[in-house]
């Protein structure tokens, strides 16, 4: 897995890219999360456009990164995802946990309105 950042207005994005499957990638991108909340983001979204491929522990990954932003008073949104993980989010009713978009510009969209108000 491969996480870029990129900053719009005061929300973070992450896009990441690869293969989200734990191992080294979870010790990544929670890093990453814990740098982000450190510097003061609380509100980001992730991108997962460039996703090939997705497990369970990909999944938990991705939950625990949203729990963290949760306790400090964030969120975590979802972007550009593919069928095949909307598929997987929808079984593991994933999609509870959180609010996804179909592109970068609807989930900022959606935290000028409802983030940064």
Not at 26 to 50: A, M, P, Q, W
């Amino acid at each position: 897995m491969k996480i870029d950042r990129a900053l719009y207005e005061n929300v973070m994005v992450l896009k990441l890219s690869g293969k989200v499957l734990g191992g080294t990638d979870y010790s990544l991108f929670l890093d990453e999360v814990e740098k982000l909340i450190d510097e003061g983001h609380r509100d980001i979204i992730l991108d997962l456009g460039r996703v090939s491929r997705i497990n369970s522990t990909g999944l938990g990954i991705l939950v625990s990164g949203s729990h963290s932003f949760k306790n400090c008073g964030g969120e975590m949104k979802v972007c550009n995802i593919s069928q095949k993980i909307d598929v997987i989010l929808n079984v593991t009713q994933l999609h509870r946990v959180f609010d996804t978009y179909e592109t970068r510009d609807e989930a900022l969209g959606s935290c000028m309105v409802v983030c940064c108000p």
